[in-house]
């Protein structure tokens, strides 16, 4: 159940997570860009994947006001070709090091699912966050390497792998399940020492539109967890099916959702549009300021 900013009581547990050895406040909420370097992405595939291309996006974001830039290089719609490691690699490192010459303060964010990509890409470029739409599943490698590399996390919720995720995927309760879910995988994660993780309810993978739905209705349950909450539905499937429209149409749903999102909790919304995101994240906070 979604609850208006006057009647909800906010996040009261970790609100922060340490990068480069500084505090990321998130308790005012946040707005990560995705900079997607991939030929095939569902959205945006093919349009950043040249370093000059995927800097001058990275400035117009930043720009936009955002806090926070995701770069992924492995594409995990459903049906895509995913590429090896060493593929991975090249297409994240040019781009990686470019970023980090042209905006020094820049928070990076990598997309990977494997161990080997995140370790190299912090052991050549310094701290990133590693946001694994696996929560650790597809690489069992993944959670001892967060541990050893003391970075932060962000543990998404997902059932099977891209290629028979969408393919009849059936829950008792989906919220319960979700968070049953990342539950288990905090404490391994906290077991470990990792202490800087960011929870996604994983809204696309491995849920049909009425999962996502009712999962998205039930934002405010995430509260349990007593960590940070992302929302990426960012020109998804849930929004541009129902509107019966096109991803290349369905930036309005994305604005209405990512608002509600706020509304309900999030601390970080990832998106495609970071423009019209600070707008929303604006107004929400211009709104929070009356909600006490």
């Keep these: 159940m979604i609850i208006a900013p006057s009647d909800k009581k906010y996040f ?3 609100t922060t997570i340490k990068y480069n050895g500084k505090l990321l406040d998130l308790q005012a909420p946040r707005v990560m860009g995705i900079l997607n370097v991939t030929p ?3 959205y945006d595939g093919g349009r950043y994947h040249s370093v000059e291309a995927a800097v001058s996006h990275a400035a ?5 006001g955002v806090s926070i830039i995701d770069v992924g290089a492995c594409s995990t719609r459903p049906g895509a070709k995913l590429p090896d490691e060493e593929e991975e690699m090249r297409r994240l490192s040019p781009i990686i090091s470019a970023l980090r010459l042209q905006f ?3 928070i990076i964010s990598i997309d990977t699912f494997r161990s080997k990509v995140a370790a190299e890409m912090v052991k050549s470029f310094g701290d990133c966050i590693i946001n694994d739409i696996s929560a650790g599943t597809f690489d069992p490698q993944m959670f001892e390497t967060i541990a050893r590399l003391n970075v932060p996390y962000v543990l998404t919720h997902i059932k099977g792998t891209p290629d028979n995720m969408h393919k009849n995927p059936h829950y008792e309760n989906v919220t ?6 990342l539950s288990e995988k905090v404490y391994h994660l906290h077991s470990l020492g990792v202490s800087d993780v960011i929870i996604d309810p994983g809204f696309g993978f491995a849920k049909n539109l009425d999962h996502n739905y009712e999962l998205f209705n039930h934002l405010d349950a995430f509260r349990f967890l007593e960590l940070p ?4 539905i960012s020109r998804k499937s849930m929004i541009y099916k129902l509107l019966n429209k096109s991803a290349d149409d369905s930036l309005h749903g994305t604005i209405i959702l990512n608002t509600l999102a706020l509304q309900a909790g999030a601390n970080m919304l990832r998106v495609h549009d970071v423009s019209a995101a600070m ?9 929070k300021e009356f909600a006490k």
């Excluded at 707008?279 to 709104?287: G, M, S």
Aim: hydrophobic residues 50%.
């Design 104 to 106: 020094p303060e820049l």
């Design 60 to 64: 117009l974001m930043i720009e936009q």
């Design 229 to 232: 909450l992302l929302v990426g």
């Design 40 to 42: 095939d992405s569902f």
């Design 279 to 287: 707008e929303a994240v604006t107004i929400f906070n211009k709104l």
């Design 176 to 181: 319960k399940e979700v968070i049953r879910f």
């Design 12 to 14: 009261s547990g970790k």
